[in-house]
């Protein structure tokens, strides 16, 4: 295991130094992925191009349009203990309460958590649940694109190997929504998840109909999945427990897991979903039937 390692102080001179060895390097934020897959052989770079030292990347704000901006060096444990995120968006630290131990939460970042894009990932299913954005940067200049679409597979991403996650982008959040993050692993928080859930509604609170959702289901496909036709079941309806439990059957015959999957079989993770969803979908709408 050989490797340069290099540390720019700015984000100039981490694009330099990314186009100059392109494919031939890889970024390191916490480190908590990469380095496991170095020492696992999975990857070999030549470069090894650590941003930690760049400031100015490590922020939880509400700007004045109300909008959440994260900076893409914010750690995990900065999001799970942010009495801000707990107060205004808690299902951002609910989530991040639930990835590994408080000794990786210290170091792992929120961008390395998405761009290492696995699809049981903490972080990914909230955020998506949440309509976030991601600000990319590049030698050509910043991209902006909704986080659905910045995962492509497993560990894949439309990130190019001269390009750098900046910031998460959160739009204002609709007054009566909340959200609900489930994480279902065979030992807590120390074990990649089996399946993972963020919904996210907004109601009308008096006649309890529902008027958005967003329902986000992780490890049971290559990349976060809406289960869109569960969504558009609840939208403009009157929440009610025969409803809940078509919207969680739907949602679970919308999962697509992969047959083989050391972490479930494909039957238990659907079933899973089912199970999830429906009680996600339950503690968010108040509704116990
Ligand atoms: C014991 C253990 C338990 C874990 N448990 C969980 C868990 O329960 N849930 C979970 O989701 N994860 C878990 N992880 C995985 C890991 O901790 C997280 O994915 C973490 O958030 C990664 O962040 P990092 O800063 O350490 O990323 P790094 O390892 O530094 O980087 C990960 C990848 O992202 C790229 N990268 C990082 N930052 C940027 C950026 N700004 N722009 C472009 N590319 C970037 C790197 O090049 C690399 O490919 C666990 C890891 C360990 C070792």
Redesign the pocket.
């Known amino acids: 295991m050989r490797f340069d390692y290099l540390e720019p102080e700015t984000i100039e001179e981490t694009l330099g130094m990314l186009s100059k060895y392109d494919k031939r390097s ?12 170095i020492r696992q052989k999975a990857i070999k770079p030549e470069y090894v191009i650590d ?1 930690t030292r760049i400031p100015g ?1 490590d922020y939880i704000t509400f700007d004045d349009q109300k909008r959440l901006r994260l900076g ?2 914010t750690t ?1 444990r900065a999001l799970e203990t942010s009495v801000e995120l707990q107060k205004r968006c808690p299902i951002i630290s609910q989530a991040a309460s ?4 408080v000794a ?1 939460r210290n ?7 998405l ?2 894009a ?1 699809p ?4 990914a299913q909230v955020l998506v649940a949440l309509s976030a954005q991601v600000r990319i940067i590049g030698p050509g200049g910043e991209r902006t694109l909704p986080l659905e679409e910045f995962f492509t597979g497993v560990g894949e991403t439309v ?1 190019k190997p001269n ?4 910031e998460i982008l959160v739009p204002k959040i609709a007054p009566h929504t909340s959200g609900m993050y489930i ?1 279902h ?1 065979a030992r807590g ?5 089996i399946v993972n859930i963020a919904i996210v509604m907004t109601m009308e609170p008096e006649k309890r109909i529902c008027k958005d959702a967003r329902i986000v289901l992780g490890a049971v496909a290559p990349t976060p999945l809406r289960a869109r036709k569960a969504e558009d079941m609840l939208k403009g309806k009157k929440i009610d427990g025969s409803l809940i439990d078509y919207a969680a059957q739907v949602a679970s015959d919308e999962a697509r897991p992969r047959v083989g999957s050391i972490r479930g079989s494909f039957e238990y993770k659907k079933e899973m979903v089912r199970v999830l969803t429906g009680r996600a979908i339950r503690e968010v709408t108040g509704v116990t039937a």
Do not use: F, R, W, Y
């Open positions: 890889k970024i390191i934020a916490g480190g908590t992925d990469l380095i496991l897959q941003i990347l893409a060096l995990i639930q990835l590994g131990s990786i170091v792992a970042t929120l961008g390395g958590n761009c290492n696995l049981s990932a903490e972080t990130l390009e750098l996650l900046l994480k692993s928080a120390i074990d990649l998840a």
